[in-house]
T-cell receptor, first 113, second 114 residues
């Protein structure tokens, strides 16, 4: 079965600092990969997705992610974090049967002023 | 216009009651989902519907029943509520199945069972 791990439960960074959130997945072939963000009290919003091609993908709000097949990773990055980026971040992949999305456990990002 | 709308946003009720949460999407998507998010933010799929046909049903209690009157609506009915049902329930939709398509989520419905 598909699985997604996000090793960091909670990360705290200072505003203006760089950010990297880790995501590892188990999948037989090249997967479709997604990052979603959940702001407090809100639903999830798509940040970016990888389907094929260039392994570095750009998303909204200045985020980018890099697919590394050799490491089964799809880490999310941002060069300079803003206070409004404080939220919960979820990595996701479709399951083997294409019937469902499998979400990682999430990483909570706190931003210090 | 809100793409995926859920009502109510908050629901507080007593154990043993029956309640429903409604979901509507105006995106013309083919597939709709219900997810449960527990207190640790873990997201678990409960149901998905594709063109009014249930295509997956995870191991949720049969007290939970999805109802889809048409492609744009997927309501969640819960019988005999229990304390453990307290959670945030999210409705979502996608153009087709999840393979390469993205999910559009509603804002969530927070259910508190007393």
């Amino acid at each position: 079965a598909q699985s997604v791990t996000q090793p960091d439960i909670h990360i705290t960074v200072s505003e203006g600092a760089s950010l990297e959130l880790r995501c590892n997945y188990s999948y037989g072939a090249t997967p479709y990969l997604f990052w979603y963000v959940q702001s407090p009290g809100q639903g999830l919003q798509l940040l970016l997705k990888y389907f094929s091609g260039d392994t570095l993908v750009q998303g909204i709000k200045g985020f980018e992610a890099e697919f590394k097949r050799s490491q089964s990773s799809f880490n999310l990055r941002k060069p300079s974090v803003h206070w409004s980026d404080a939220a919960e971040y979820f990595c996701a992949v479709p399951d083997n049967y294409g019937q469902n999305f499998v979400f990682g456990p999430g990483t909570r990002l706190s931003v210090l002023p | 216009d809100t793409a995926v709308s859920q009502t109510p946003k908050y629901l507080v009720t007593q154990m043993g009651n029956d309640k429903s949460i409604k979901c509507e999407q105006n995106l013309g998507h083919d597939t709709m989902y219900w997810y449960k998010q527990d207190s640790k933010k873990f997201l678990k799929i409960m149901f998905s519907y594709n063109n009014k046909e249930l295509i997956i049903n995870e191991t949720v209690p049969n007290r939970f029943s999805p109802k889809s009157p048409d492609k744009a609506h997927l309501n969640l009915h819960i019988n005999s509520l229990e304390l453990g049902d307290s959670a945030v329930y999210f409705c979502a939709s996608s153009q087709q199945g999840p393979g390469a398509n993205v999910l559009t989520f509603g804002a969530g419905s927070r259910l508190t069972v007393l």
